[in-house]
């Protein structure tokens, strides 16, 4: 006996908004940044801005000690 218990779906509500056959990945990104409200974007744009101050400065010179 095989039974699939998976519900069934259609499949157009099921692919529609995961799924642009049309679009590239990066105009799908595009347009959900597009979607995104002025206050989360504010949001991302800050968080990058400080991974970058984190991992891209550059160390201090000089030796350090194995302890």
Do not use: C
């Amino acid at each position: 006996m095989t039974s699939d218990p998976r519900p069934k779906q259609d499949r157009n509500t099921m692919t529609a908004s995961i799924y642009h056959p049309n679009l590239s990945p990066a105009q799908v990104i595009a347009e959900a940044w597009r979607r995104e409200s002025p206050q989360s974007q504010e949001f991302w744009r800050q968080a990058e801005a400080k991974r970058k101050e984190l991992y891209t400065v550059p160390r201090s010179p000089g030796p350090r000690g194995k302890m």
